[in-house]
Nanobody, 126 residues
Framework: VQLQASGGGLVQTGGSLRLSCAASGLTFGTGAMGWFRQAPGKKREFVAA????????TYADSVKGRFTISRDNAKNTVYVQMNSLKPEDTAVYYC????????????????????WGLGTQVTVSS
């Protein structure tokens, strides 16, 4: 299984970015993919997740209303559209995947994910 995250960059406060996570080697239609982030000196924290089956989503409170997770089944890719970015959104963003059909409440935990991609840096300047 390989996950390739991309789309990070430098943006001003209030700006937007769209991150992509291209997946290969997964059995699509089961499990979920999620986005996490890790700022310097902080623990990795949950951002958003989306199930492959049914497509239900869940978000961290800190990004609700600003970030939107979506998928393109044909491209085996999950996206997170990030709007109204704030300096506190600055972090390395990672995508993770699980083939397990976990209940939604468990998708916010990093331990629920079995595969991880390399991160992509997002920097929001004030």
């Amino acid at each position: 299984v390989q996950l390739q995250a991309s789309g990070g960059g430098l943006v001003q406060t209030g700006g937007s970015l769209r991150l992509s996570c291209a997946a290969s080697g997964l059995t699509f239609g089961t499990g979920a993919m999620g986005w996490f982030r890790q700022a310097p000196g902080k623990k990795r924290e949950f951002v958003a997740a989306k199930r492959w089956s049914g497509g239900s989503t869940t978000y961290a409170d800190s990004v609700k209303g600003r970030f939107t997770i979506s998928r393109d089944n044909a491209k085996n890719t999950v996206y997170v559209q990030m709007n109204s970015l704030k300096p506190e959104d600055t972090a390395v963003y990672y995508c993770g995947a699980t083939q397990r059909n976990l209940i939604t409440s468990l998708l916010g935990g990093a331990g629920s994910y079995d595969y991880w991609g390399l991160g992509t840096q997002v920097t929001v300047s004030s």
